[in-house]
């Protein structure tokens, strides 16, 4: 299997600026997470995609918003940006198992707003 | 609401000396439970999780944890810490059902000393 992954590597906007972050899901995962990652906390949950469809949301604006593609990769989108948005942004691939999904997390994409 | 708290957001120990990084839960329904590590400007790694009735949980790298639900809480431990160890750990909480998004703590800064 191949790991998941994420584009690009770092990335800086300024304040107000659009952004789009990318991941490509481990092959047959069909289910992805995205999560924030400010600096010196845990992550937190921003939305899961399960066969396109958005299958619950954090506690974050709807500036925030992604994508699912048919192969199962995915977008975080995020409109507007401020200051606060500068953070780690982490997606997980979904192994979909009969009780427990085992999330597997790709190398993130650090995003910087000036 | 689930959430989880980490006690102490650094703990340093010698090299060869036992760790113990603390974790308690608060859940409403019985929980899954999980630690990670994450390496500098990496994503996050599975240590180990409990997800069944065995409260002992062993996990990679020498690390175990037992959940007790009586004090609400899932300690991660080593017997003998290597310097490879040194790195953030983070305990994290999810549902059984839906989506099982992950509730992280603060993360706890892992340092070891020659």
């Known amino acids: 299997e191949t790991g998941v992954t994420q584009s690009p590597t770092h990335l800086i906007k300024t304040r107000g600026q659009q952004v789009t972050l990318r991941c490509s899901s481990q092959s047959g995962h069909n289910t992805v997470s995205w999560y924030q990652q400010a600096l010196g906390q845990g992550p937190q949950f921003i939305f899961q995609y399960y066969r396109e469809e958005e299958n619950g949301r954090g506690n974050f604006p709807p500036r925030f918003s992604g994508l699912q593609f048919p192969n199962y990769s995915s977008e975080l989108n995020v409109n507007a940006l401020e200051l606060d948005d500068s953070a780690l942004y982490l997606c997980?691939?979904?192994?979909?198992?009969?009780?427990?999904?085992?999330?597997?997390f790709g190398p993130g994409t650090r995003l910087t707003v000036l | 609401a689930q959430s989880v708290t980490q006690l102490g957001s650094h703990v340093s120990v010698s090299e060869g000396a036992l760790v113990l990084l603390r974790c308690n839960y608060s859940s409403s329904v019985p929980p899954y439970l999980f630690w990670y590590v994450q390496y500098p400007n990496q994503g996050l790694q599975l240590l180990l999780k409990y997800t069944s009735a065995a409260t002992l949980v062993k996990g990679i790298n020498g690390f175990e944890a037992e959940f007790k639900k009586s004090e609400t809480s899932f300690h991660l431990t080593k017997p003998s810490a290597h310097m490879s160890d040194a790195a953030e750990y983070f305990c994290a909480v999810s549902d059984r059902e839906g989506a099982q998004k992950l509730v992280f703590g603060q993360g706890t800064r892992l340092t070891i000393n020659p």
């Open positions: 997980a691939s979904i192994k979909t198992g009969r009780s427990y999904n085992e999330q597997f």
